[in-house]
T-cell receptor
């Protein structure tokens, strides 16, 4: 029972490089989310998806793009990484039932130098 | 405006005592959910407790209870009989309803330290 799996767990990027974070869930959840966690700021919503083929901006979308070509996968892309994107990134998913919690991946620690 | 506000960046509690972590929220939805998560130093997000906006009774899960005051838009977490293993970061979260795409918003967190 994998739940939500994020790849990779750690990454160091140079400024200007690009990368993609992968989130996969095996619970058939409709909704998926990407968050970043910074000290003192909690988790802030970057982008979210309400279903396959649909994505939308969250609170802090600038500098990120996302895609959800398959229901189980939600990709977060950084086209040109900046030091301000150094953070811990969490993916989460949930079902359409309102009282269902968000299930989280283990997080990706990204450092941009 | 902040959707979720947690005003206590850090708190200390003596082992075996009770502690209340504050949370206020802001939404115009009638149907929403409130959640608390625990994040230990290892980093994973652990779901603790849920309260629905239409629930009349306060939610309880073992040593955790949620003090829900709808009119004041507050959803405080109460941990009874604190244990050393309760030392962690605690996040309050709100799930908005379907008209707002079921988005989850999180507060800035409260770091709880349990003293022996």
């Amino acid at each position: 029972n994998a739940g939500v799996t994020q790849t990779p767990k750690f990454r160091v990027l140079k400024t200007g490089q690009s990368m993609t974070l992968l989130c996969a869930q095996d619970m058939n959840h409709e909704y998926m989310y990407w968050y970043r966690q910074d000290p003192g700021m909690g988790l802030r919503l970057i982008h979210y998806s309400v279903g396959e083929g649909t994505t939308a901006k969250g609170e802090v979308p600038d500098g990120y793009n996302v895609s959800r070509l398959k229901k189980q996968n939600f990709l977060l892309g950084l086209e040109s990484a900046a030091p301000s994107q150094t953070s811990v990134y969490f993916c989460a998913s949930t079902s359409a039932i309102l009282n269902t919690e968000a299930f989280f991946g283990q997080g990706t620690r990204l450092t941009v130098v | 405006a902040q959707k979720i506000t947690q005003t206590q960046p850090g708190m200390f509690v003596q082992e075996k005592e009770a502690v209340t972590l504050d949370c206020t929220y802001d939404t115009s939805d009638q149907s929403y959910g409130l959640f608390w998560y625990k994040q230990p130093s290892s980093g994973e997000m652990i779901f603790l407790i849920y309260q629905g906006s239409y629930d009349e009774q306060n939610a309880t899960e073992g040593r955790y209870s949620l003090n829900f005051q709808k009119a004041r838009k507050s959803a405080n977490l109460v941990i009874s009989a604190s244990q050393l293993g309760d030392s962690a970061m605690y996040f309050c979260a709100m799930r908005e309803g379907p008209y707002n795409f079921n988005k989850f918003y999180f507060g800035s967190g409260t770091k709880l330290n349990v003293k022996p």
